[in-house]
């Protein structure tokens, strides 16, 4: 399951050119020049997404949609700013049993902001779904130290494939493949910054607002009923101890193996990048081949969620847990 953050359609509609009044539709429907801006009381919505073989749908953890739609990636758009700056966004399309357009939602790469005129100047249906599935990526921000077999840390920048890897359930694995990208890292795209020492981690680690942490506990501090658990990175956030990182853009680097594995980061325990429906098109474009669709190391419904059963902040019950150990 993913949560991504978008507007309604409906919510963004053309204030000058060939379509003046209407709001955002399908790439076959939209013109170039138009100029589209947000309604005043606009916000962002959360879709909730899961792969399936016959791709992607709706998730019931979300605000918005059908848990039994099915979600389709129409096209990329770029659009300027009266300021002369460029934000991308994603179009997708909610459909229904009956195949009929239910839905139309915009999901941005940057903030839009309020009484700002757009500009629409390409649609591009070639990369859209490869576009969002990087979005799907958990990721490491460059200067993060991975714990070697050696028990050495080492910059994720200086690895490379083929390096060995300390894994928590699989011992030494070989790393597949290195990804390296550089992304928007504002608003709803921000990443996770854990302060030093928060976690037991040596410095600060910055990581991908989906990345997921492995939570081991003796007692039952989360009311999970289960010693092993993992949590996003996102859901720590308490806006002290572990922040939003809202910094314009920022230099993320995958880690990818032949299978899915808990690695350590900074001394803590993190998930890899996890090959499967969501990651697929993007990783199959980056030249990863020859590799089967991952299988989680753990399942979804291991996850700690952003409260624990008894409404502490997961961060602070994380840490009760930990300190018990």
């Not at 700002?116 to 990087?134: C, P």
């Not at 989360?222 to 806006?239: F, I, K, P």
């Amino acid at each position: 399951m993913q949560c991504l953050s978008v507007y309604k359609a409906s919510d963004f509609h053309i204030v000058d050119g060939v379509n003046l009044g209407d709001s955002l539709s399908f790439a076959e429907d939209l013109i170039l020049d138009d100029t589209y801006m947000l309604a005043a009381n606009a916000g962002l919505h959360k879709l909730s997404i899961a792969p399936t073989d016959a791709g992607l749908r709706i998730d019931v953890k979300g605000n918005q949609g059908d848990a039994s739609n099915q979600l389709f990636v129409d096209c990329c758009l770029t659009l300027m700013s009266q300021n002369g700056q460029t934000v991308e966004a994603i179009v997708l399309v909610e459909v229904n049993s009956e195949n009929l357009a239910v839905s139309i939602y915009l999901l941005p790469f940057a903030p839009f902001k309020a009484k700002t005129k757009y500009v629409l100047i390409k649609i591009d249906r070639e990369t859209a779904e490869t576009k969002l599935s990087r979005l799907a990526y958990v990721s490491f921000a460059k200067g993060t130290r991975i714990t070697l077999p050696t028990g050495e840390m080492k910059p994720i920048e200086e690895l490379k494939a083929g390096d060995q890897l300390l894994t928590r359930d699989a011992g030494l694995q070989k790393i597949r493949w290195i990804g390296h990208s550089t992304m928007r890292a504002t608003g709803a795209q921000a990443p996770v910054l854990i302060k030093a020492g928060v976690l037991q981690n040596e410095n600060d680690l910055v990581l991908s607002r989906d990345h997921r942490l492995y939570v081991y506990q003796q007692d039952d501090l989360l009311g999970t009923v289960r010693a092993e658990s993992l949590v996003r990175a996102q859901h720590l956030v308490d806006g002290k101890n572990v922040i939003w990182l809202d910094i314009g853009y920022i230099d993320y680097y995958q880690l990818l193996f032949d299978q899915h594995h808990i690695i350590y980061a900074e001394g803590i325990a993190a998930e890899s990048l996890l090959f499967d429906h969501r990651t697929q098109p993007s990783l199959r474009n980056d030249g990863v081949e020859g590799l089967g669709l991952h299988k989680a190391i753990y399942p979804a419904d291991m996850e700690i969620s952003a409260t624990t059963q008894e409404g502490n902040g997961v961060l602070n019950s994380i840490q009760k847990a930990w300190r018990c150990k």
